[in-house]
């Protein structure tokens, strides 16, 4: 693979997961506060994007993997995705709203799949290659987050740097004082704006990735259908529901770890660049993932990654005021566990299904870890934390996260158990993709 072609897929990822981690951290904290819609409202928005995954499996990917060219797919989703998403700015309204973002979604998870596909089918060595420009995409996911620890500032009411006494001192009063009421309204829709501009942007750009046409193999079998039929391997059915699993235990991180950091101290305005942490250290994992891959094997990098979240979720049960940095610190693993888990799960169905369905089968994953799994994980984690919840002495509702995050954490001992015992791939190191209803085989 040439440097022209590694640089053009790494702006692709950079670019798709600035998209999404523009508008996500803080869609709660909107939507909630600012824009004062009810816990189902704020829900179903939120599971727009499990919809669009279920859809997204059964329309993109079989007419990526079927009838046009990739980068096209994936330039045309991305037009009519940041036109979508610029809606979104100027949008109040519960219906309008969700009727946009599930518009934007619907166009954008099939997206998640394709720029996979796209990478894989110009990597000569995907458990070499394919971390390091996967990298790119976290980097883009931070370098959407961390922005916006500065735009909520209300500057107005920052003192000169002269009045504060020095840098360190400015600086540590304008991170203290953040915008209010409407004016706070107005800069979250930057996140928005910033998604918008990132989606028009790349919808160009696609254009010059390089041209990955469709498979003309098996052109009358419909390709999603045929990547469900592999669950009859028995291998591929136990990854199935480890990865949901694991997926239930993912997405309680998205739910409560922003009211969690709220709860033992840490103000608004840090809590996106703090769980971006998890994004960071994830830079330094997926660049070293084919290392593993090549030393560990898939089974025990996938068991590490998953216990990965059985560490962070036993810190967050312990964690107080008193130990706010090390839950903060605990999101290092955060990183660790994507890459090791479900990059690894991705990088296994490239190298392990029929090449004309790969593009559905990472659909059928993605349905799993983007659909399914927030879509109930998202119910699951609200009624878990209403059974939890009581009410004090001043009538204010106190979540028992101790309680909430012993189940996330339980969750991930079962799903490693489940791996060791009953996922028997074959060595990573040398391995053809099968073509039938059969386990995969040594190359000859």
Known sequence: MNQAIRTKLSIMMFLEYVIWGAWLPLLGLYLSKYLKFEGVQIAWIFNAFAIASLTGMFFGSQLADRYFAQERFLSFSHLVGGLSMLGLAYTKQFWPFFGLMLLHCFFYVPTLSVTNAIAFANLKDAQKDFG?????????????????????IDWAKVPSMAAAGGFVSWLGKALSTPKTGHAMELALTSTFFVSAIASLVLAAFCLTLPHTPPSKDGESKFAPLEALKLLAVPSILVLFVVTLLDS???????????????????????????????????ISTMAYLGFFLKKLGWRTTMILGILGHVVRF????????DTLWLVILSNVVHGFAYAFFFATVYIYVDENFPKDIRTSAQSMFNLL????????????????GDQVTTVNATGEKVVNFSQLFAVPAALGIISAILLAIFFHPKSNKDVAPFDSL???VPAT
């Open 369 to 384: 870890i983007l659909g399914v799994g927030p879509f109930f994980g998202n119910f699951l984690w609200g009624w878990l």
């Open 248 to 282: 239930f235990i993912h997405y309680c991180y998205f739910f409560w770890t922003s009211p969690f950091f709220s709860a033992i101290g840490l103000p608004e305005n840090w809590i996106a660049p703090a769980m971006s942490i998890g994004q960071i250290a994830e």
């Open 438 to 440: 059969t386990e995969p």
């Open 314 to 321: 036993s810190i967050y049960a312990i964690g107080t005021r």
């Open 132 to 152: 390091p420009i996967r990298v790119w995409g976290t980097i883009g996911w931070i370098a959407a987050s961390w922005p916006f620890i500065f735009i909520p």
